[in-house]
């Protein structure tokens, strides 16, 4: 089966700036998570979707920070404006209804940077 | 809210030695432990996970025990490669549905030396 995609693998953006990130699940996976990895750190959940309703937003920075899954399927991430913080790699993975049999898949991420 | 942490957050073994990873979890109620192993550019890949009403987990090379009274896991690589070398994350997860999150610990850089 595919796996998790995303895109861009890499983007460069100047502070205050906007950027979004795309992500496909794989078919079927009914919970999609973004997750934010900073440098020598382990992923940190920003928000979980539950088919197109968000079911954990809680570390979400909302007041720059956007996600929304549109008829359950892809999802995206925004980031306006763009802080130097900011910089990290975003992880998208999903899971289906036996999640704890079969656990998550990761995508292989998007790396921030900005300058 | 629940707390992962790992150690050591790097680790060097010859090759063919065995490599031991530790992790201890705060919340009592969690009940599934998954390890990931991220390769450089690449997103985290499962590679064995244990339940919390088993002790004891084997996979080839890789074994995973839990301490559910002592709150603490570990991943045991035997006769390890180079291949092995990456990163490896412990998580924890209370509950049994999807809606329920994973938390990750901070990560193991894993070097084998030729």
């Known amino acids: 089966e595919a796996g998790v995609a995303q895109s861009p693998r890499y983007k460069i953006i100047e502070k205050r700036q906007s950027v979004a990130f795309w992500c496909n699940p794989i078919?079927?996976?009914?919970?999609l998570y973004w997750y934010q990895q900073i440098l020598g750190q382990g992923p940190k959940l920003l928000i979980q979707f539950q088919n197109n309703g968000v079911v954990d937003d809680s570390q979400l920075p909302k007041d720059r920070f956007s996600a929304e899954r549109l008829k359950g399927v892809d999802s995206t991430l925004k980031i306006q404006p763009a802080k130097l913080e900011d910089s990290a790699v975003y992880l998208c993975a999903s899971s289906g209804p036996l999640a704890v049999v079969d656990g998550y898949t990761f995508g292989s991420g998007t790396r921030l940077t900005v300058v | 809210g629940e707390n992962v942490e790992q150690h050591p957050s790097t680790l060097s073994v010859q090759e063919g030695d065995s490599a031991v990873i530790k992790c201890t979890y705060s919340?009592?109620?969690?009940?599934?432990f998954p390890w990931y192993k991220q390769e450089l550019g690449k997103g985290p890949q499962l590679i064995i996970d244990?339940?919390?009403?088993?002790g004891e987990k084997k996979d080839q090379r890789i074994a995973v025990t839990l301490n559910k009274t002592a709150k603490h896991f570990s991943l045991h690589i035997t006769e390890t490669q180079p291949e092995d070398s990456a990163v490896y994350f412990c998580a924890a997860r209370a509950g049994y549905s999807s809606a329920s999150k994973i938390i990750f610990g901070s990560g193991t850089r894993l070097s084998i030396r030729p």
């Open positions: 078919s079927g996976h009914a919970t």
């Open positions: 244990i339940r919390s009403n088993v």
């Open positions: 919340d009592s109620a969690s009940n599934y």
